[in-house]
C-alpha cells in the first residue's frame, strides 16, 4: 500500500496488512519558532479541532503528538485541557 506524498505515514514501509514504525516526514524538525500553548478546554481530547483552528486543516492533529511525545502517549485522552504543549509555527507547518 502506498501513502499521498501529503500523508505523515509517506514515508512508513507497510505491505497489505501492516503499517511498520512511523518513520515521521523527513522535512520534520524543530526550528526554534515553535510555540507554546495551553490546551483550552474546547479541545480536550479533540486534536483535531485545535489543528483546524491553528492550520486550517484537521489533518495535521499528529504534530502535537509527535513535539510533544514526553507529555502526549495516548494522542486523544492524554490531550486534557490545562495541559501546556508546544505546536509548530503555522508558517512553518505548510511546508510539511
Known amino acids: ?3 499521498k506524498p501529503a500523508s505523515h505515514y509517506s514515508n512508513t ?3 497489505s496488512k501492516y503499517l511498520d514504525i512511523w518513520d515521521p516526514p523527513s522535512n520534520l524538525e524543530k526550528t526554534g519558532n515553535e510555540q507554546t500553548i495551553t490546551i483550552e478546554s474546547k479541545y480536550a481530547n479533540r486534536p483535531d ?3 483546524s483552528d491553528i492550520y486550517g ?3 495535521l492533529w499528529w504534530t502535537f ?3 510533544n511525545a514526553d ?3 495516548d494522542p486523544i485522552w492524554d490531550f486534557k485541557a490545562g495541559l501546556d504543549i508546544l505546536i509548530f509555527n503555522p508558517n512553518d507547518i505548510r511546508k510539511v
Do not use: D, G, K
Open 65 to 67: 503528538s509527535y513535539l
Open 71 to 73: 507529555l502526549i502517549e
Open 57 to 59: 486543516t484537521p489533518r
Open 13 to 15: 514501509v507497510s505491505n
Open 49 to 51: 479541532l485545535l489543528s
Open 1 to 3: 500500500m502506498a501513502f
